[in-house]
T-cell receptor, first 116, second 117 residues
Framework: ETGVTQSPTHLIKTRGQQVTLRCSSQ?????VSWYQQALGQGPQFIFQ???????GRGNFPPRFSGLQFPNYSSELNVNALELDDSALYLC???????????????FGDGTRLSIL | DAKTTQPNSMESNEEEPVHLPCNHS???????IHWYRQLPSQGPEYVIH???SNVNNRMASLAIAEDRKSSTLILHRATLRDAAVYYC??????????????????FGKGTKLSVIP
């Protein structure tokens, strides 16, 4: 069973730029959730994609957007990068719908994004 | 989701049992108690979850108070590899019946567990 993989592992950008982060979900999972983790804090929910549609969003501005593809992999896009966007971005896959109720989320090891 | 309260940090000696507490006084009847942990430089990993009865798996045990206002994650024999941040999270199972997607996890700051050789 292949786990959740994220790319790239590290990235450095400057303010105002745009970035795309990628996530491959675990085999058999149809739901991908994205989280932002600032240093010393717990992860904060950004949004979730289920069967290629956004299915819930946390308190993040519209410049955070995403996609999910037919193979259930996903992208997180952030426009107009700000210094406060520096964080670890985590992707988690899971089985959605009734079959997946109470099933755990499986996390990748994240992308460390630094904004200069 | 109801809130949880955990100590900021705990220490344990290697090969001794560890009891990690979590208070959730506003828990509702449909809230499951989930535990995840995050090792250094890794994403969180699922540890265990339960509703009312105590639960055991290969990683840990979960002891839930009779009134469900608190719970304790038990590592029976701490190893250096157990040094991590442990998160106690409540999850309302009713959200799973919305028919779409999966639940989101609401993380606090967790408990940083240090294991002393």
């Amino acid at each position: 069973e292949t786990g959740v993989t994220q790319s790239p592992t590290h990235l450095i950008k400057t303010r105002g730029q745009q970035v795309t982060l990628r996530c491959s979900s675990q085999s058999g999972h149809n739901t991908v959730s994205w989280y932002q983790q600032a240093l010393g804090q717990g992860p904060q929910f950004i949004f979730q994609y289920y069967r290629e549609e956004e299915n819930g969003r946390g308190n993040f501005p519209p410049r955070f957007s995403g996609l999910q593809f037919p193979n259930y992999s996903s992208e997180l896009n952030v426009n107009a990068l700000e210094l406060d966007d520096s964080a670890l971005y985590l992707c988690a896959s899971s089985l959605g719908g009734l079959r997946g109720r109470n099933q755990p989320q499986h996390f990748g090891d994240g992308t460390r994004l630094s904004i200069l | 989701d109801a809130k949880t309260t955990q100590p900021n940090s705990m220490e344990s000696n290697e090969e001794e049992p560890v009891h990690l507490p979590c208070n959730h006084s506003t828990i509702s009847g449909t809230d499951y108690i989930h535990w995840y942990r995050q090792l250094p430089s890794q994403g969180p990993e699922y540890v265990i979850h339960g509703l009312t009865s105590n639960v055991n798996n290969r990683m840990a045990s979960l002891a839930i108070a009779e009134d469900r206002k608190s719970s304790t994650l038990i590592l029976h024999r701490a190893t250096l590899r157990d040094a991590a941040v442990y998160y106690c999270i409540l999850r309302d199972v009713r959200r799973a019946y919305s028919g779409a997607g999966s639940y989101q996890l609401t993380f606090g700051k967790g408990t940083k567990l240090s294991v002393i050789p």
